[in-house]
C-alpha cells in the first residue's frame, strides 16, 4: 500500500521516548509491536474514506492522518492483549515473538495501555482545529473510544473467551459468532471508515452508508483470516497456523464449513460495495481495499 511510507514515519513519532532515560523501555516495547510490520488495512480505509469527500488528497491526508494514525496504534495494542498467555496465548506476531514473549507480560499489558492512552492524545493534539471542526474531532474521539469498549473490541473479546471455554463453554450460533466479530473486528474497521469520512467532510447518509460498508467488510476481513487459519502456513500467515483448531474456537469454516466460509467472504465484500455505488469512480480505493481483504495470503 502506497500509503506505508508515510503512515510509518508518524508512527514511530508516536513512540519516541518522551522523558529518557525513565521510558525507554515502554517505548521500546511499544515501538517493537507497532513497527513490527502489517498490512496498515485501518489507516488506509481510514485515508481513503477521507479523500472520497475532501477537496483534495493533500487535505484529507492533513485532517485523517492523526486519526488514521490512532487507529493503527490501538489496532496495535488489540493484537498485544489478544496474544497474552491469559488470553490467545500466541508468542509469534508477524514473523517475530510476541510482546509479551519478548518483554513479560507485565510490560506487554502497560506498553498496550500506552499505545491506547496515546492514540487519543494523538487525534486531539495534532488535528488542525484550523482546518477541521472541533465538533467533528469530538465526534471522531468518541467514534473510536465506543468501538474499544464494552459494544467495541472489549465486549467482542469477551465473548469470544465465553466461546472458546475460558469462562465457561457454550454453544456457538452463527449469531454468536457474528456478534463476536460485529464487535472484535469490524468495529475498529467501521470507526476507520466513518471517521475518514467525517474528517473529509461527509455528511451524515454519506457516513451511515460509509458504515454499512465497513460493517460488511469488518465480516468478510474475519472470515479470510478464519479461512487463512485453516489454509495458510505460519511462514505465510506470520503467526501460529491452525491455532484456532487447536483452541477449539468457533469459526467460520468451523460453522459454514470451508466453501461455505469462503462464499460467505464473497456475499459480505459484493454487499458492501453495493454502499458505494452512489458515490462512482471515488470509491474506487474503498473498492480495491474491500477486494484485497477477501484475497489477502495472510
Known amino acids: ?6 503512515l510509518n514515519a508518524m508512527l ?10 525513565n521510558t525507554d ?52 495494542m488489540s493484537l498485544m492483549h ?27 499489558i502497560l506498553a498496550g495501555d500506552g499505545l491506547l492512552s496515546t492514540s487519543f492524545q494523538w487525534i486531539a493534539e495534532k488535528t488542525p482545529q484550523d482546518k477541521v471542526d472541533p465538533s467533528k474531532i469530538l465526534d471522531v474521539i468518541a467514534r473510536v ?5 464494552a459494544k467495541g473490541l472489549v465486549g467482542g473479546q469477551v465473548l469470544d473467551l465465553l466461546c472458546e471455554g475460558k469462562r465457561g463453554k457454550r454453544d456457538v450460533t452463527v449469531d454468536d459468532l457474528k456478534w ?17 469520512a467525517i474528517l473529509g467532510g461527509a455528511n451524515e447518509e454519506e457516513v451511515e ?14 472470515v479470510a483470516d478464519d479461512i487463512l487459519d485453516v489454509t495458510g502456513t505460519t511462514e505465510d500467515l ?7 483448531l487447536d483452541a477449539d474456537k468457533t469459526t467460520y469454516p468451523k460453522l459454514l464449513g470451508l466453501d461455505g466460509a469462503r462464499a460467505e467472504a464473497v456475499r459480505l465484500t459484493e454487499e458492501a460495495k453495493g454502499f458505494m455505488e452512489p458515490f462512482g469512480d471515488r470509491a474506487i480505493p474503498l473498492l480495491a481495499l474491500a477486494d484485497y481483504i477477501i484475497d489477502r495470503k495472510n
Open 12 to 21: 514511530l513519532e508516536t513512540v519516541v521516548s518522551r522523558d529518557p532515560p
Open 1 to 6: 500500500m502506497s500509503k506505508q511510507p508515510v
Open 180 to 196: 463476536i466479530h460485529t464487535h472484535k473486528t469490524a468495529a475498529l474497521l467501521v470507526a476507520s471508515v466513518a471517521c475518514g
Open 82 to 108: 489478544d496474544d497474552l498467555p491469559s488470553m490467545d496465548n500466541d508468542d509469534l506476531r508477524r514473523g517475530k515473538p510476541t510482546s509479551h514473549v519478548k518483554y513479560g507480560e507485565d510490560l506487554a
Open 209 to 222: 452508508a460509509c458504515e454499512k460498508f465497513a460493517l460488511n467488510i469488518g465480516l468478510a476481513f474475519q
Open 145 to 149: 473510544s465506543g468501538c474499544v469498549g
Open 238 to 244: 506470520g503467526k501460529t497456523a491452525a491455532k484456532d
Open 25 to 76: 523501555l515502554v517505548s521500546e516495547c511499544m515501538e517493537y509491536s507497532l513497527m513490527a510490520g502489517g498490512k496498515r488495512v485501518r489507516p488506509v480505509l481510514c485515508l481513503a474514506a477521507a479523500e472520497m469527500f475532501a477537496a483534495s488528497k493533500e487535505e484529507a491526508e492533513e485532517a485523517a492522518l492523526p486519526t488514521a494514525i490512532a487507529l493503527e496504534m490501538i489496532h496495535t
